[in-house]
């Protein structure tokens, strides 16, 4: 018999979210069969899948004990660099700016290095984030960015900041803007572009299209800062997030992306940058009621410094 106390980050998610994450190896099948036959109990009595647990609720397993076998010896995220670009950190968040090249979250190609470790790393070493104090929770990111595009990104240090992040980010309470160099001059100073999204998986590369309901709805408002002639700072608003949205919305108009090959830019030659002209630029929070654990930071707004492409609100290409 082992017994797992349910700490602060465990609470408010159903019974069934937590043992996943809690045992990973356990295939959901039988922990099914576990709650149902009373192998797991919550409080000492039957529980359901759907129960939602409370801090300090202490549940008891009666199951192999292979399943706790944990290997704390090395941990993936060491192996991230633990340096961060910080634009604001308190006890509940952090606001990076993300290097371009960079993942947010590790995919099934690449996984040592990404936001996520490195912020695990850094917590770690900074002594906030113990794994072996957590049953379910671990440092995560509250939004993405394509692994070329840089700029600010928000990462949650504990699960109720996670939890708000996303609800206010779903709420559209967190409103992200990004600064681009197109190639040409749009036709207008500013607008709003419309359309639906298609996905070819294979290719990694979306489709917009502008008569038709297929895919996903898209909406891109943009601001032309900045011309040259051959290319344009533009500030785009991101109302909808899909995948390659801007880069897709922007080339459909014929002015794609600096740098953008895949959606018919032209390759740029600047040191040390090899995709796309794109950063995630400016955070800004909206009013927040004052019941959200994070009304603190209402009508704050951060802006990311040094963007490669831009000065002084000018085309640096």
């Known amino acids: 018999m082992r017994t797992i106390t349910i700490n602060k980050n465990d609470a408010s998610q159903r019974l069934d979210k937590f043992l996943t994450k809690r045992f990973k190896t356990m295939p959901k ?14 409080n000492g009595k039957k529980c359901s899948i759907d129960d939602i647990l409370k801090e300090g609720d202490v549940l008891t397993f009666y199951i192999k004990d292979e399943f706790f076998e944990v290997k704390y010896d090395e941990y993936e995220f060491m192996k991230a660099p633990k340096k961060l670009s910080i634009i604001y950190e308190d006890e509940n968040l952090l606001i990076l700016d993300k290097p371009e090249g960079v993942l947010a979250h ?10 996520v470790a490195r912020v695990q790393h850094y917590l770690y070493a900074k002594g906030e984030y113990d794994p072996k104090a957590e049953n379910s929770f671990s ?8 692994r070329n595009t840089g700029g600010l990104i928000i990462a949650a240090k504990n699960a109720m900041a996670l939890k708000e992040l996303n609800a206010l980010i779903k709420e559209r309470n967190i409103k992200k803007l990004y600064l681009c160099i197109c190639e040409g001059v749009p036709k207008k ?16 590369k979306v489709s ?3 008569n038709s309901d297929e895919g996903k709805e898209i909406k891109t408002a943009y601001r032309v800062l900045d011309t040259n002639g051959k290319h344009s700072l533009v500030e785009i608003d ?3 997030g899909r995948t390659h949205q801007i880069r897709a919305h922007m080339a459909s108009i014929r ?8 959606y018919g830019g032209h390759p740029l030659k600047v040191k040390g940058h090899t995709g796309q002209a794109l950063y995630s630029y400016k955070l800004a929070f909206g009013d927040l009621e004052e019941s959200s654990p994070l ?12 963007i490669w492409f831009e000065k002084d609100g000018k085309v640096a290409l």
């Open 295 to 306: 009304s603190y930071l209402s009508g704050k707004v951060f802006t990311a410094k040094n």
């Open 106 to 115: 590790p995919d099934k190609t690449y996984h040592f290095d990404s936001m």
């Open 29 to 42: 099948s039988l922990m099914y069969k576990y709650i149902r036959t009373k192998y797991i109990k919550l």
């Open 139 to 146: 440092p995560a990111m509250a939004n993405r960015l394509d």
């Open 255 to 262: 002015t794609p992306l600096a740098g953008d090959t895949k």
């Open 208 to 210: 917009v299209n502008k």
């Open 238 to 240: 991101l109302l909808t």
């Open 189 to 204: 100073k500013e607008g709003l572009l419309t359309g639906n999204l298609t996905k070819d998986e294979k290719k990694n």
